[in-house]
T-cell receptor, first 111, second 114 residues
Framework: KQEVTQIPAALSVPEGENLVLNCSFT??????LQWFRQDPGKGLTSLLL?????REQTSGRLNASLDKSSGRSTLYIAASQPGDSATYLC??????????FGGGTRVLVKP | EAGVVQSPRYKIIEKKQPVAFWCNPI?????LYWYLQNLGQGPELLIR????????DSQLPKDRFSAERLKGVDSTLKIQPAELGDSAVYLC????????????FGSGTRLTVV
């Protein structure tokens, strides 16, 4: 059974600092990995999708890496802003097209 | 393209009452999912559809939950009767081909059972 873990569970940084969010998964036989953002009371917004054959994906200030063999992914957010405050969820798509989520990292960027 | 549309956004009901949630996926997305998200946790799969067929409903509490996806387009998730522990956010997602394009989620329905 695939298990996804996100560390830390919560993170508070001053504005301008870089954010590093970690995600680990137990079964490396994945199709892809997706990072989502969730604002309070809202649905999930897709940030980045990394295929199993890729090492990283970038979008603006966001960069996500994937090391499938070690079961790890890292989301980097450069020069954080207060608007980046949200919960970030990592999800792994594996056999049977089943998406398994981590518990999320709650981020607070202080002005 | 229009996103995944869910309704209602919020629902408050008394325990033992029935409730239904509706989801309209992105046009052309054959795969549809219902997820349950408890406060402070990641979403958990309830049921997955490929067109009109439920291909994975192993996590759906079938004694009180039911779902349907008639004609392979929009879907309805029902709870009858609702219990206090059913208070959560119910998320719908769709995908054209999950192995390549990932998933798109709706805004969710926040259910409160009192």
């Amino acid at each position: 059974k695939q298990e996804v873990t996100q560390i830390p569970a919560a993170l508070s940084v001053p504005e301008g600092e870089n954010l590093v969010l970690n995600c680990s998964f137990t079964d490396s036989a994945i199709y892809n990995l997706q990072w989502f953002r969730q604002d309070p009371g809202k649905g999930l917004t897709s940030l980045l999708l990394i295929q199993s054959s890729q090492r990283e994906q970038t979008s603006g200030r966001l960069n996500a890496s994937l090391d499938k063999s070690s079961g790890r992914s890292t989301l980097y957010i450069a020069a954080s802003q207060p608007g980046d405050s949200a919960t970030y969820l990592c999800a792994v798509n594996a056999a049977g097209n089943k998406l398994t989520f981590g518990g999320g990292t709650r981020v607070l960027v202080k002005p | 393209e229009a996103g995944v549309v869910q309704s209602p956004r919020y629902k408050i009901i008394e325990k033992k009452q029935p409730v239904a949630f509706w989801c309209n996926p992105i046009s052309g997305h054959n795969t549809l999912y219902w997820y349950l998200q408890n406060l402070g946790q990641g979403p958990e799969l309830l049921i997955r559809y490929e067109n009109e067929e439920a291909v994975d409903d192993s996590q759906l509490p079938k004694d009180r939950f039911s779902a349907e996806r008639l004609k392979g387009v929009d879907s309805t998730l029902k709870i009858q009767p609702a219990e206090l522990g059913d208070s959560a956010v119910y998320l719908c997602a769709s995908s054209r081909e999950p192995g390549h394009y990932g998933y798109t989620f709706g805004s969710g329905t926040r259910l409160t059972v009192v």
